[in-house]
Nanobody, 124 residues
Framework: QVQLVESGGGLVQAGGSLTLSCATS????????MGWFRQAPGKEREFVAC????????SYSDSVKGRFAISRVDAKNPVYLQMNSLKPEDTAVYYC?????????????????WGQGTQVTVSS
C-alpha cells in the first residue's frame, strides 16, 4: 500500500521560511518522480515543483522559481520542499505526489498517488 505523508506546514510571516517533508512507503522510490502541488481555497490544485526519478532534474512553477527548492536522497529519507521568501499568496494546502512517468511531469493528472496535505499559512 503506497502512502505519502506530508509534514512541516504551519504559520509563518511573510519573508520567512518553511521546509515541508514527504515520507513515502509502499513504493519503489527510485522508479517514481515526485511532485509538490498546492491548493488555495476556491482555486484549483496547481503545480509547484517536481523532481525526476534519480534527482538529476527539477522543475518549478514560475511563481516559486528561485524561492523554493525540491530535493530527494533515497527511499529512507523524505522528499523535501524548502520554501524561502514566503509570500501571503503562497498560502495553501500543500500536497506531495508520486508518478511513474519519466522526466518532470507538471500536470495533476500525471500523478497517481497523493498525500493528505499540509497547511501553509503566510501572514502579511
Amino acid at each position: 500500500q503506497v502512502q505519502l505523508v506530508e509534514s512541516g506546514g504551519g504559520l509563518v510571516q511573510a519573508g520567512g521560511s518553511l521546509t515541508l517533508s514527504c515520507a513515502t512507503s509502499g513504493l519503489t522510490f527510485s522508479t517514481y518522480a515526485m511532485g509538490w502541488f498546492r491548493q488555495a481555497p476556491g482555486k484549483e490544485r496547481e503545480f509547484v515543483a517536481c523532481i525526476n526519478r534519480n534527482g538529476a532534474a527539477t522543475s518549478y512553477s514560475d511563481s516559486v522559481k528561485g524561492r523554493f527548492a525540491i530535493s530527494r536522497v533515497d527511499a529512507k529519507n523524505p522528499v523535501y520542499l524548502q520554501m524561502n521568501s514566503l509570500k501571503p499568496e503562497d498560502t495553501a494546502v500543500y500536497y506531495c505526489a508520486a508518478t511513474r512517468e519519466l522526466g518532470t511531469p507538471r500536470l495533476v493528472r500525471s500523478y497517481g498517488y497523493w498525500g493528505q496535505g499540509t497547511q501553509v499559512t503566510v501572514s502579511s
